[in-house]
């Protein structure tokens, strides 16, 4: 990204502006860390030299992790919300598959929507929904959340009646992903699988391993019904997973010898998280 000015403070604000509306959604970037710079006194002032990152990277990054721990969970919430349940994709027709009467799933019955925020787990209680409006309670509070749109991830919509805006992106992976301002947010529901087949992730690379039995379900696990060196059958069940008081069996994709449990009986796991290795 390139900006200019009559001088520097307006090219440096012009730039700063840019880098907050310029999202890369599914990968990491580093676009926190070049608006902490394009915001820390010694750039503004032009007081840097070629070690200027390794002078002040700590404090950057200080400032990047206390930008993180006071996101607003509410804002963030809500848009996962309006993303999810109440936006269409451009050119589909009304009663697609973003639909809330195609997407709000078994939870309908009780009303509530289980999922995990950055790997924490949360639910929110559904009160009202239809195609123009949700209302929905999170920690004794309720909000409200109407006139959603979603131009190509550009998502738009009233949080209590204020406009709100920032980018969306549903990954083939199960995660949905919201970016403000360069501060990602990922989203996963417990009652929605992936588009894709199960892939287990390695590091930041995600691809797919014949070699382990992944978790193709948010849940706890109930029952591990193999031992290290034993030797299973295609269809046999290895493991059993409670995920909204329903038992799904896990069950090996071949004939293999187990060579690692890797989880253990009572253990909370997420889409995709590795529970046994085979040979």
């Known amino acids: 990204m390139i900006a200019h000015g009559e001088d520097r403070t307006e090219a440096l604000h012009h730039l700063l502006k840019g880098l907050r509306e310029y999202a890369i959604l599914g990968i990491k970037t580093n ?17 840097i030299s070629t070690r200027y990152c390794d002078h002040r990277l700590v404090d950057l990054i200080e400032k990047i992790n206390k930008r993180s721990a006071a996101v607003d ?27 809330p009467w195609e997407v709000i799933g078994y939870w309908r ?37 109407a006139g959603v749109r979603n131009e190509k991830g550009k998502l738009r919509f009233l949080l209590d009646g204020e406009p709100r805006r920032l980018f969306y992106a549903a990954l083939t992976t199960g995660e949905e992903v919201l970016d403000y301002q360069g501060l990602k947010i990922r989203f996963k529901r417990w009652d929605a699988l992936p588009e894709e087949p199960v892939l287990v992730g390695n590091g930041d690379r995600v691809e797919q391993n014949e070699n382990v039995i992944v978790s193709p379900i948010n849940g706890k696990i109930v029952k591990i019904n193999v031992a290290e060196n034993e030797t299973v059958s295609r269809g ?27 989880m253990q009986a009572g253990e909370q796991v997420e889409l995709n998280k590795p529970l046994i290795e085979i040979e």
Not at 31 to 47: C, G, K, S, T, V
Not at 75 to 98: C, V
Not at 246 to 262: D, F, G, S, Y
């Open 31 to 47: 676009i926190m860390f070049l608006q902490e710079i394009l915001q820390d006194e010694d750039f503004i002032r032009n007081r």
């Open 73 to 99: 969970k509410v804002f963030y919430i809500s848009a996962f919300l309006a993303g999810t349940l109440m936006s269409d994709n451009p050119g589909q027709s009304e009663g697609g598959k973003h639909s």
């Open 109 to 145: 019955q009780e009303a509530k929507l289980r999922f995990t925020m950055e790997g924490e787990q949360q639910c929110i209680q559904i009160i009202f929904i239809n195609r123009q409006k949700l209302r929905f309670r999170y920690q004794e509070k309720e909000y409200e959340v």
């Open 236 to 262: 046999d069940v290895v493991a059993v997973i409670d995920s909204m008081k329903i038992e799904n069996n896990i069950v090996a994709p071949r004939q293999a010898k187990i060579t690692k449990i890797l």
